[in-house]
């Protein structure tokens, strides 16, 4: 049995919860959690993000609505929601793809609000999952090939990785190889660099999941989310949701009391266009997903303000 499948919470699950907290008010070190609704930006960064796999992003005048096109595809904005013209009437029963931003910074429980403390506690987690709305799936069965689990594993590949094995989508192995080879670099001259590495005890990849009533789906049923997991964490927290069935009071555990990955790792992986899940508030710190428009978001300055522009 792998740690994934020991999880309580599916990985969809905790992406809704992320989603959710988007409403959360943020104190000044707290991530930058709000809606993002500018379709002329939002579609752009996933134009800059993914170049070989969407043409173009233009304008329905008889729709009144931005799209983009992807493959033989037209995704349409629907308040960020990426929706096939077929669903549009129903855009309201699906959430935004880009529902939260990601930050420069490692939220710190000592600056969190008693408002989002409150809003972190597990009873209202709960609710929050029992009552937020899906991911429509068309953008990233699109952009994966993975309408279907027969789909998606045709385009899953087992490499070697850090001395590891695992599977992912073939879509990210380049960005993959690239980070693997800037930390073995790294790991010359730097010596945490290079303990992180000799301390990896397996390295989880592609795990198909699927949500009972739901179309949604982990990122690791996509193959594009890696779970790092190191021999020992010295005692200290890697995971919210484990910590969370055993203290309420789990969001104030401090950084300093938190296994993490280097900065250094951090910040190669972020290059690559990985983001890392230590820096959400529903904290995954083994966690590390390919979301390049996030970060092209947040490289951007994007706030998630509307702008006049067309």
Do not use: C
Not at 6 to 32: C, G, K, N
Not at 142 to 168: C, M, W
Not at 215 to 227: C, F, K
């Amino acid at each position: 049995m792998t740690f994934l499948s020991r999880f309580r919470l599916s990985r969809a699950t905790v992406f809704l919860l992320i989603s959710v907290l988007s409403l959360l008010p943020a104190a000044s070190e707290e991530p930058p959690v709000r809606r993002t609704d500018n379709p002329w930006v939002v579609l752009r960064a996933f134009l800059v993000s993914y170049p070989e796999r969407i043409q173009g992003v233009d304008f329905d005048a008889s729709l009144k609505e931005w799209f983009m096109v992807i493959g033989d595809r037209r995704l349409y904005w629907a308040g960020g929601r990426l929706l096939p013209k077929e669903d549009l009437s129903k855009a309201d029963s699906f959430r935004p793809y880009v529902d939260y931003l990601y930050p420069r910074v490692i939220p710190d429980p000592a600056t969190f609000s008693p408002e989002t403390v409150a809003g972190l506690s597990n009873q209202v987690l709960a609710e929050q999952r029992k009552n937020a709305p899906a991911y429509d799936m068309a953008f990233y069965d699109a952009l994966y090939d993975g309408a279907t689990r027969v789909k998606i594993e045709s385009h899953i590949v087992r490499i070697d990785y850090l001395g590891k094995r695992v599977s992912v989508h073939e879509n990210i192995i380049e960005p993959l190889k690239r980070v693997e080879a800037k930390i073995n670099e790294l790991a010359k001259s730097d010596p945490e660099t290079a303990t992180f590495v000799a301390s990896i005890s397996s390295i989880e990849g592609y795990n198909w999941r699927e949500i009972a009533d739901s179309p949604s789906r982990s990122n690791h049923s996509w193959g594009i989310a890696v779970d790092i997991l190191p021999k020992n964490w010295g005692k200290k927290n890697i995971y919210w949701n484990w910590i969370s069935y055993w203290s309420d009071r789990w969001m104030l555990i401090p950084l300093e009391r938190r296994w993490m990955p280097p900065e250094a790792v951090v910040n190669v992986f972020e290059s690559e266009g990985f983001i890392w899940g230590g820096k959400w508030l529903l904290w995954d710190n083994m966690h590390f997903e390919y979301r390049p428009e996030l970060l092209v978001l947040r490289d951007w300055g994007y706030t998630g303000k509307v702008t006049d522009e067309p």
